[in-house]
């Protein structure tokens, strides 16, 4: 089934809080998993970064990225960086959600050596990364996040519904 | 290089220690810059002429209309369908599963097919499923006492009585108004570069104005004669508003920034005028005048928000009598300095409202296409310092007492309803959404002075604090980005947060019915759309019935 990039977002950013991330490192899956699958990419990269909350591509590649992006302010030009093992399937995601043209970005892998995330950007040019008006998801995928984005829901209640809104259930009026 | 033209002058802005507090939001009123207010000018400015090529409504109001208006190169047009619903099932509230009527703003001119599938997922809402194509969402209730007293007046071959439009301002309330992707319709993103909706919330502010249009309709086809244009000018949309807003307003601390930094310097430009000729003197008379019988049209129940509304009325004739002597706009600034709140924020809408010259370009400024474009902090002293700097209002808070954290915001599984809970009383404290700003910038800064010093490294062992982080970084950009107040304390009254957004989206005549919701009024006295090509289209700051 095909969905909207936000309803992608969304739907990741509350399924990595659901799987006991922070929100903050959440917002940023939430965005790179919409590039991610918007770009044909690999699904079963998505449900593996969620699996471990201590060891994890959702906690070590927005680090990666903001040493991508001082250097390229830095420097001005192309920079190349040794990914975590497992961390290349997301990587490319991740670097188009940074704030600036990219010129060329990829993921070296060379034999034996650790992949490397080579970005060569334009810091003076501010982007946006442009996604498709529809993304396909796979079924199991939708699920396996829906249930992991339920698990930031508090159980409905009748004080909480009562409450909780500050309304009334009915507005004839 | 290409020269950029001269900006005007300015004063200084005021500070966000000033403007960011909860309270001095909750005071906010609309201003030529409010997105409805840039709509309806951009819709005259192209000449804008809506059609209804549909209109399937059957002898009991119920059927399906189609309204289309070009705009910026484009068509849009407003599918409204509407239902019989029984009394028992009239809510306001998010957990609603039917409405009176129910809308999408579509991208271009629906064929047959299209209109029989939004016919059919339309009335769903939440339970649709939409398409690229859908550019909106929405649904109306009928304001029953107000909608039945018109279709009747009519139909008894006279006018409504205009102290009951007075009363309420509408015939129907929409309770939603979902855009940016909700279930399935079109991502912003397709649709910001667009001319005429590239501004905020324009998509579904045409939306608003055009189920107003659909409301007057309704009624007078039910009633069998028309309106009186004065008294249907003056019939807006209302809106019912709850907690799902508050949490829209930090999760987007840049485009808050820009709305707020729009109005702001709008308001620098015109405070740094020399002088007050006598054209906008005149007008400024008029316009205050406008506004003190705005504040008589507008009644609450709400005893302590009735007061206010009072004392503002009272407040109010020192500013009208200032006009007439006021050197030049600063003065009346000033005037209002000791004035509440109210009174000053209401001041700062009249002094932008003659100036079209120095505000209305600021719109442009207002949306926010490309997110935080910052370089990371490089090191734990400037992240240090510059937590210091910008978020002293949220390191003096003492999270230790308890009714500093005495509330927490959550989403329900009840139809992912937005709920505040009593963080002492109630279950699902665990489940908080993160709109604990300040007690989140304070661990983190509690935790760079025992934390390893090289930055990386903290955030490694750190990793908690990779929101609060990026908040700094935001607000170290964009200085009004952050609400300065505790927005889990006891105090916080997420109302103030709901006039905020509601006032820029042009909305007036606030209801408040607990702290948690109220209802206002949006486009009451903007132009209808015969009323595009006169003058009536941008002047409706405020509006009066008849004026």
């Known amino acids: 089934m095909s969905y909207s990039a936000n309803e992608i977002s969304a739907l990741a950013r509350k399924a990595a809080v659901g799987a006991g991330f922070p929100h903050g490192q959440a917002d940023q899956f939430g965005q790179a998993v919409a590039v991610h699958l918007g770009a044909g990419r690999a699904p079963e990269a998505v449900l593996a970064a969620l699996d471990d909350p201590e060891d994890s591509p959702i906690l070590r590649l927005p680090l990666l990225m903001d040493d991508v992006l001082r250097a390229v302010a830095l420097t001005g030009s192309d920079v190349s960086l040794t990914l975590h093992p497992g961390d290349d399937a997301l990587a490319l995601a991740y670097a188009r959600l940074l704030p600036v043209r990219l010129v060329e970005c990829r993921v070296e892998q060379r034999d034996g050596a650790q992949p490397r995330l080579a970005v060569l950007a334009d810091p003076e040019t501010p982007s946006r990364p442009a996604l498709p008006p529809r993304i396909a998801v796979p079924d199991a995928l939708h699920a396996r996040l829906g249930t992991l984005a339920a698990r930031t829901y508090v159980p409905a209640s009748a004080g909480s519904r009562q409450a909780g809104a500050g309304a009334g259930d009915i507005d004839n009026d | 290089?290409?020269?950029?033209?001269?900006?005007?002058?300015?004063?200084?802005?005021?500070?966000?220690?000033?403007?960011?507090?909860?309270?001095?939001?909750?005071?906010?009123?609309?201003?030529?810059?409010?997105?409805?207010?840039?709509?309806?000018?951009?819709?005259?400015?192209?000449?804008?002429?809506?059609?209804?090529?549909?209109?399937?409504?059957?002898?009991?109001?119920?059927?399906?209309?189609?309204?289309?208006?070009?705009?910026?190169?484009?068509?849009?047009?407003?599918?409204?369908?509407?239902?019989?619903?029984?009394?028992?099932?009239?809510?306001?509230?998010?957990?609603?599963?039917?409405?009176?009527?129910?809308?999408?703003?579509?991208?271009?001119?629906?064929?047959?097919?299209?209109?029989?599938?939004?016919?059919?997922?339309?009335?769903?809402?939440?339970?649709?499923?939409?398409?690229?194509?859908?550019?909106?969402?929405?649904?109306?209730?009928?304001?029953?006492?107000?909608?039945?007293?018109?279709?009747?007046?009519?139909?008894?071959?006279?006018?409504?009585?205009?102290?009951?439009?007075?009363?309420?301002?509408?015939?129907?309330?929409?309770?939603?108004?979902?855009?940016?992707?909700?279930?399935?319709?079109?991502?912003?993103?397709?649709?910001?570069?667009?001319?005429?909706?590239?501004?905020?919330?324009?998509?579904?502010?045409?939306?608003?104005?055009?189920?107003?249009?659909?409301?007057?309709?309704?009624?007078?086809?039910?009633?069998?004669?028309?309106?009186?244009?004065?008294?249907?000018?003056?019939?807006?949309?209302?809106?019912?508003?709850?907690?799902?807003?508050?949490?829209?307003?930090?999760?987007?601390?840049?485009?808050?920034?820009?709305?707020?930094?729009?109005?702001?310097?709008?308001?620098?430009?015109?405070?740094?005028?020399?002088?007050?000729?006598?054209?906008?003197?005149?007008?400024?008379?008029?316009?205050?005048?406008?506004?003190?019988?705005?504040?008589?049209?507008?009644?609450?129940?709400?005893?302590?928000?009735?007061?206010?509304?009072?004392?503002?009325?009272?407040?109010?004739?020192?500013?009208?009598?200032?006009?007439?002597?006021?050197?030049?706009?600063?003065?009346?600034?000033?005037?209002?300095?000791?004035?509440?709140?109210?009174?000053?924020?209401?001041?700062?809408?009249?002094?932008?409202?003659?100036?079209?010259?120095?505000?209305?370009?600021?719109?442009?400024?207002?949306?926010?296409?490309?997110?935080?474009?910052?370089?990371?902090?490089?090191?734990?002293?400037?992240?240090?310092?510059?937590?210091d700097r910008g978020f002293g209002w949220a390191l003096e808070v003492d999270f230790d007492c308890p009714s500093q954290q005495h509330q927490f915001w959550y989403v329900s599984e009840e139809k992912l309803e937005p709920r505040l809970g009593l963080r002492h009383q109630e279950a699902g404290a665990e489940l908080e959404s993160p709109l604990d700003i300040a007690r989140r910038v304070q661990a983190l800064r509690r935790d760079l002075d025992r934390g390893p010093n090289d930055l990386r490294a903290f955030r490694t062992a750190h990793p908690q604090h990779e929101l609060a982080l990026r908040r700094v970084l935001t607000a170290t950009h964009h200085p009004y980005s952050e609400i300065q107040d505790n927005l889990i304390g006891h105090t916080c009254l997420p109302i103030d947060m709901l006039r905020c957004k509601l006032a820029f989206f042009g909305a007036a005549k606030f209801d408040p019915k607990s702290d948690r919701w109220t209802r206002v009024t949006l486009a009451q006295g903007a132009p209808l759309p015969e009323d595009l090509g006169t003058p009536l289209a941008d002047d409706w700051w405020l509006p009066v019935r008849g004026a």
Not at chain 2, 253 to 282: C, F, H, Q, S, Y
Request: net charge neutral; glycine share 6%.
């Open chain 2, 1 to 387: 290089m290409k020269d950029l033209p001269p900006q005007p002058p300015q004063t200084a802005l005021r500070p966000p220690a000033q403007v960011m507090r909860l309270s001095r939001l909750g005071a906010a009123f609309p201003t030529r810059l409010s997105f409805l207010r840039c709509l309806t000018r951009r819709l005259a400015d192209e000449g804008a002429q809506v059609t209804r090529p549909v209109w399937q409504i059957d002898a009991r109001g119920y059927g399906h209309a189609v309204y289309s208006v070009p705009l910026g190169g484009h068509v849009y047009s407003l599918v409204a369908v509407s239902n019989a619903l029984p009394d028992a099932l009239r809510t306001d509230r998010v957990i609603a599963t039917a409405w009176d009527t129910a809308y999408v703003l579509y991208d271009g001119v629906p064929d047959a097919d299209a209109l029989a599938r939004l016919c059919r997922e339309a009335p769903l809402q939440e339970a649709g499923r939409f398409t690229e194509r859908d550019l909106v969402l929405s649904r109306a209730n009928k304001s029953v006492r107000l909608f039945n007293h018109v279709v009747d007046c009519l139909r008894a071959g006279h006018q409504p009585d205009a102290a009951q439009i007075d009363a309420v301002g509408y015939l129907m309330r929409t309770t939603a108004v979902y855009g940016n992707g909700k279930f399935g319709i079109a991502d912003r993103g397709l649709i910001e570069d667009r001319p005429g909706i590239e501004g905020p919330f324009a998509a579904e502010m045409l939306t608003v104005w055009l189920i107003r249009s659909f409301t007057h309709d309704l009624v007078e086809h039910l009633g069998g004669r028309a309106l009186d244009p004065r008294l249907k000018r003056h019939l807006g949309i209302g809106n019912s508003t709850g907690l799902g807003m508050a949490p829209f307003l930090v999760s987007h601390p840049v485009l808050l920034n820009n709305w707020i930094m729009a109005r702001e310097t709008a308001l620098a430009r015109v405070r740094a005028l020399p002088g007050l000729d006598a054209d906008k003197r005149a007008r400024l008379h008029t316009l205050a005048a406008r506004a003190a019988a705005h504040l008589q049209e507008w009644q609450v129940p709400d005893p302590a928000h009735q007061a206010r509304i009072e004392a503002l009325r009272t407040e109010w004739p020192q500013i009208a009598r200032a006009i007439a002597d006021a050197p030049h706009p600063e003065a009346l600034f000033t005037r209002a300095a000791p004035l509440s709140e109210d009174a000053q924020e209401l001041t700062v809408a009249l002094l932008l409202e003659p100036y079209p010259e120095l505000v209305d370009g600021l719109a442009a400024c207002m949306s926010d296409p490309l997110g935080l474009c910052a370089v990371p902090f490089a090191n734990t002293a400037d992240l240090r310092s510059a937590i």
